[in-house]
């Protein structure tokens, strides 16, 4: 069972910028689509950021799309979530996860992936 470990949150000023990373490990995650997720307490899991396989194809949630930024290295084992011009909403934990699929634009809910790391903190400040 392939384990996923996010690191990269934190607390962040409006406006401001952070990289989270996602790495992988007991297997490998580079002939699927990775996706980041996150999570509000009494919200259910929403849909962030996915990238195909091999990084060609990426798709985003309508509130990120400018913003936020997904890209993968295979060779190096990591996926990153790059998000700028964060806002106070955007406060959530978030989850990498990997597919169970290559790709698919149609795959966004939590249920087409099947490996989560343990959420890494974002707190975005006013």
């Known amino acids: 069972q392939v384990q996923l470990v996010e690191s990269g949150g934190g607390l962040v000023q409006a406006g401001g910028s952070l990289r989270l990373s996602c790495t992988a490990s007991?297997?490998?995650?580079?002939?699927?689509?990775v996706a980041w997720f996150r999570q509000t307490p009494g919200v259910e899991r929403e849909f962030v950021a996915a990238i195909s396989w091999d990084g060609a194809s990426t798709l985003y949630a309508d509130s990120v799309k400018g913003r936020f930024t997904i890209s993968r290295d295979n060779a190096k084992n990591m996926r990153w979530l790059q998000m700028n011009q964060l806002k106070p909403e955007n406060t959530a934990v978030y989850y990498c996860a990997k597919s169970r699929r290559s790709w698919s634009d149609a795959d966004r809910s939590p249920e087409s992936f099947d490996s989560w790391g343990q959420g890494t903190q974002v707190t975005v400040s006013s």
């Open positions: 007991g297997g490998t995650v580079s002939s699927y689509a």
